[in-house]
């Protein structure tokens, strides 16, 4: 085993205890607060400079919705956002590298600051953010669904007549994001507007890697009973203008996991993914009025905090065995 797959292999178990442990005591890290230098706080991440070529991710158990965070953490889902892009990152590694440096975290704060990183950070290489979101799509869900019944297409690209809901795509198709700012949402473009933002040649590049990543991925995934319908990656550049895979990678997160037994084109399966809590907020009020699906969010009850977590906790127990 090479040191930085021997690293990645004791955070992935790190990783686990810290999510058992979190989601046992009920604790989850909402916001964490380390002596380095902060980049950015993002909706589920806080970042950190660490000199200036390495960037200290730390995974909170902050969680969102329509582009609004929740002011309740989900315990252990942040652990648990890490275990899984470590798994991912090691099995895919051979389709195009990744930001991991394969230093230990740790190794990078004071040990009175250890417990906030411990089991849920990831040491990476710092690099030029592209600011396009790569998203592929397996299967035809969501609001691809809404967008079919309206123009038999999605996202701009012609699909056949006689599709339904949750079908199988008759191949996996790309269709790109703009990157928004915190708080507004993405917004769909055509890979010809990604030309135009990056080239003809990044462009191609990615588009080609996404679909080549999600395939590798559905493949693994349904040997361990999951369907992945779809799936967003984000790539950056380093020094030499390598195409680097970064952020997170094939989380609950970015990524909308149904359970192959329970899969019926024709109706949504149940999801392993944030999807549970999505439908609660739908329903939910503040105030005594529907939520608007704007700040402040409502507040979350025990038992939508406590099944979301199942969620989560299902898809890294099938994916990883």
């Known amino acids: 085993m090479s040191p930085q797959a021997d690293v990645q292999a004791s955070a992935q178990l790190s990783a686990q205890a810290s999510a058992q442990a979190d ?19 993002g909706k589920v991440r806080d970042n950190y400079a660490v ?22 953490a989900i315990p252990g889902k942040g652990a648990l956002l890490t275990q899984l892009s470590l798994f991912w990152f090691e099995r895919l590694g051979h389709i195009v590298p990744n930001h991991l440096t394969g230093e230990d975290p740790l190794s990078v704060v004071p040990e009175a600051e250890q417990a906030q990183v411990r089991g849920r950070s990831m040491l990476v290489r710092r690099l030029r953010p592209i600011p396009v979101e790569a998203v592929v799509r397996g299967y035809l869900a969501g609001s691809g669904w809404v967008e079919y019944q309206a123009s038999r297409s999605v996202c701009g690209v012609p699909l056949p007549d006689g599709l339904v809901n949750a079908c199988r795509l008759p191949q996996p198709i790309y269709t790109p994001a703009a990157k928004a700012e915190q708080g507004e949402h993405d917004e769909n473009i055509s890979f010809e507007r990604t030309v135009e933002m990056i080239g003809l040649a990044l462009a191609s590049r990615i588009r080609e890697v996404s679909l080549a990543l999600y395939e590798a991925a559905s493949a693994m995934a349904l040997e361990r009973g999951i369907l992945i319908a779809d799936t967003k990656f984000e790539f950056g550049l380093d020094a030499q203008g390598t195409l680097v895979l ?10 909308r996991y149904w359970p192959a037994d329970l899969y019926q084109p024709g109706r949504n399966p149940p999801s392993f993914d944030k999807q ?9 009020q503040v105030d005594g009025r529907p939520w608007g699906k704007c700040a402040p969010p409502p507040t979350l009850p ?8 199942e969620k989560y906790q299902e898809a890294a127990r099938r994916l990883r065995g």
């Open 302 to 309: 025990p038992e939508v905090i406590a099944r979301t977590a």
């Open 246 to 255: 970064m952020d997170e990678v094939l989380t609950p997160d970015s990524s």
């Open 51 to 72: 000199g200036d070529d390495r960037i200290l991710m730390v995974a909170s158990d902050r969680i969102s919705a329509f582009d609004v965070v929740m002011d309740q």
């Open 23 to 41: 989601a046992l005591s009920g604790v989850g890290l909402h916001t964490s607060h380390l002596s380095l230098p902060l980049l950015a706080r």
């Open 276 to 284: 549970y809590l999505r439908d609660w907020l739908e329903q939910a």
